[in-house]
Structures are given as structure tokens and as C-alpha cells.
């Protein structure tokens, strides 16, 4: 089988396809023919050296996959040789072919391509576990997300619309007539200035800030929270700008960082979270169910991801970089 490889850290172009014996399905797995794989911003950041959870060089990232399951191990009845199915794992999902437990594969919806449902895990799951199980989000409140126009923006649009929530999205001005089909209100990430627009836009404070960004924007998305206001913060993409590794600027964005102590959010009626979905992707009993309240909404038609572009395996490079400069409307794919 071919696999996408990140062989030592670097650029985009150190990506390399290279052949590997074909896994078997051992007791208790299936094997699933990958007809699309999704690309995440941590898989950037594993190829640059700075995704700590990553294997060590040479290695195969990839979290979330679809395809159709072409054997199953001994004592495994579902899902079934044909099923056409969505697969979780933790690394190894840029492959040909992919063996994983039963209980990280879920039925594609119908309807859907296997495009789509490679760009369902990890941004569905993502934006619900920050609205309902972090944030607790209520009908009625206000959501100010960055990097709207991305995977997990979108995600969060939708969400909230079901949710009955407002959302204000921050991205750049070529991305915002989109994020409008989507009902959320847009703000020009580009300009300095932007939270004082997003204050405008509710001057009593915002109830849910998003932010994968971090560095002052952690900050600016703090003092923009109202009274009992959740910041979740999830990535902080802020550490690598550009596609290439840069040890003293990294420390000084580290530096930079806000810092939230006890007696701060107490005394500010604030709080912060954080959400690392990749060190909760073996919890079964916490996604698990998230993951079919998600899929029972694809049903209804109420979610559809948004897949914005496809790249062959030996185009990962060009898909890394497609991604580096911040050019992606929805998902990014790669296809075997």
C-alpha cells in the first residue's frame, strides 16, 4: 500500500509517498480501503516539529479517514466487508489501507461522499465538544470564532444555528460572503482592530470565544467575554506562521502568551478552557456519543461538511502549503 510520510521535519516539500507492507486485520479489527483521508492543522505542525503527540520521523499522521471495510478480523460482525464507513485513528489514516477497532468506524451517511465523510470527525467533534460539553452553550447566546471560514468555523455555524445561537466569525474579507450562507456575521481578521468591531457588535460582552489562533488574541478574545463568558482555547496556530520552523520566533510568541491566573477569573467572572481533541481520541465513553448525536443531525440534514479541496497523495506538499497560507474554505483531502 501507499502511505503519505513525513520522513524528517521541514517544509511542505519533505512529504514524501512511499509503499508499506499491507496491514492485516487482526482479531477484534477491520481493515478499511481508504477513499479519502482529511488533513488537520496538526498534521502541519507534526511535519514542522512542533506537534509534540506526533511520532517521531518517519511517520504517517492522519486522524480521521473514509472508505469501504475489505476485511474484518476474527470475532468482529459489524461493521461488514463492503460497509461503506468513517474511521477515526490516532496517526496512520494517510494510508492506502487502515486497520482500526470496530468502535472508531461509524456508517457514512447517506448521501454522503466519501469526501465529506473524511471531513467529519475531527472538525464536528472538535466544534460540538467546545460548544456543548465545555461551554455549555445556551440558546440565545453569542459565539465570536476565529478562523471561521476553516473546518471548525464552519462546524461551529452549524452548530449553532441548531443550537440557537449568534455567531460572529472572524476570517478574511475574500472568505466572508461565505461565512454569511452560514449565518454568521463576519469580521475582517486582517484588521488590528478587530476586536474592537466585535465589541461594537455586542457591547455587553461576548459568551463564547473560540480561538485556535492564541498569542494576543487570547488576550483581546478575554477582555471581550461578558460577565460568566467562556474562552475555550484549542490550537494556537499563532506558533507557526510560515511553513518553516523557527526556534527564537517560537519562543518569543511562547512568551507572549497570556497567562490566566485563579484569582483573575474569579474576581473577572470569567473562565478559560482548553480543548487538545487529540489527547481525548481514545475516550470512547466522552466521544462516542458526540459522535452519533453528530451523524443523527447529518441524517437529518441539518449538518453537511464542506470539503473545499482534494489532493492526490503525491500532491500532499502542495496541500500543505495550500493550507500554510491560510487559502481553505471548508476541509482539505487527500485522496490514495
Not at 461522499?113 to 460540538?128: D, I, K, M, R, S
Not at 483573575?264 to 481533541?277: F, I, Q, R
Request: hydrophobic share 45%; net charge positive.
Amino acid at each position: 500500500m501507499k502511505q503519505v510520510v513525513i520522513p524528517r521535519r521541514g517544509p511542505p516539500e519533505v512529504l514524501e509517498v512511499r509503499e508499506a507492507t499491507d496491514p492485516v486485520a487482526r482479531p477484534g479489527t477491520v481493515r478499511i480501503r481508504v477513499h479519502a483521508a482529511g488533513i488537520n492543522f496538526s498534521d502541519l505542525l507534526a511535519r514542522q516539529g512542533l506537534y509534540p503527540d506526533s511520532p517521531r520521523p518517519p511517520c504517517t499522521v492522519g486522524y480521521e479517514l473514509a472508505g469501504v471495510v475489505d476485511a474484518a478480523g476474527p470475532g468482529v460482525t459489524t461493521p461488514r466487508v463492503g460497509d461503506r464507513v468513517i474511521a477515526t485513528t490516532k496517526f496512520g489514516g494517510q494510508s492506502e489501507l487502515v486497520v482500526v477497532a470496530p468502535g472508531s468506524v461509524f456508517p457514512l451517511p447517506d448521501g454522503w461522499t466519501f469526501e465529506q465523510g473524511a471531513a467529519f470527525p475531527v472538525v464536528y467533534l472538535t466544534a460540538h465538544h467546545m460548544l456543548v460539553r465545555v461551554a455549555a452553550a445556551q440558546r440565545g447566546e453569542t459565539v465570536l470564532v476565529h478562523s471561521a471560514a476553516g473546518g471548525v468555523g464552519l462546524a461551529v455555524a452549524e452548530l449553532g444555528r441548531i443550537l440557537g445561537l449568534r455567531v460572529i466569525g472572524l476570517a478574511s474579507p475574500p472568505k466572508h460572503a461565505v461565512l454569511r450562507e452560514y449565518g454568521v456575521e463576519p469580521l475582517d481578521s486582517r484588521d488590528p482592530r478587530w476586536f474592537e468591531a466585535a465589541r461594537r457588535l455586542r457591547p455587553r460582552g461576548i459568551d463564547i470565544v473560540l480561538d485556535a489562533v492564541g498569542g494576543r488574541s487570547w488576550r483581546y478574545g478575554y477582555e471581550l467575554l461578558a460577565p460568566a463568558g467562556r474562552m475555550v482555547c484549542y490550537g494556537a496556530s499563532a506558533l507557526s506562521e510560515g511553513s518553516r520552523r523557527n526556534l527564537l520566533k517560537l519562543l518569543w510568541r511562547v512568551i507572549r502568551f497570556p497567562r490566566f491566573g485563579p484569582l483573575t477569573l474569579m474576581n473577572d467572572n470569567k473562565s478559560v478552557a482548553g480543548v487538545n481533541l487529540g489527547h481525548i481520541w481514545s475516550e470512547q465513553a466522552l466521544l462516542a456519543p458526540q459522535l452519533e448525536a453528530l451523524l443523527r443531525y447529518a441524517r437529518e440534514g441539518k449538518i453537511t461538511p464542506r470539503v473545499d479541496r482534494t489532493f492526490a497523495f503525491a500532491e500532499a506538499a502542495a496541500a500543505h502549503r495550500y493550507i500554510h497560507e491560510r487559502r481553505n474554505v471548508g476541509k482539505v483531502l487527500l485522496v490514495p
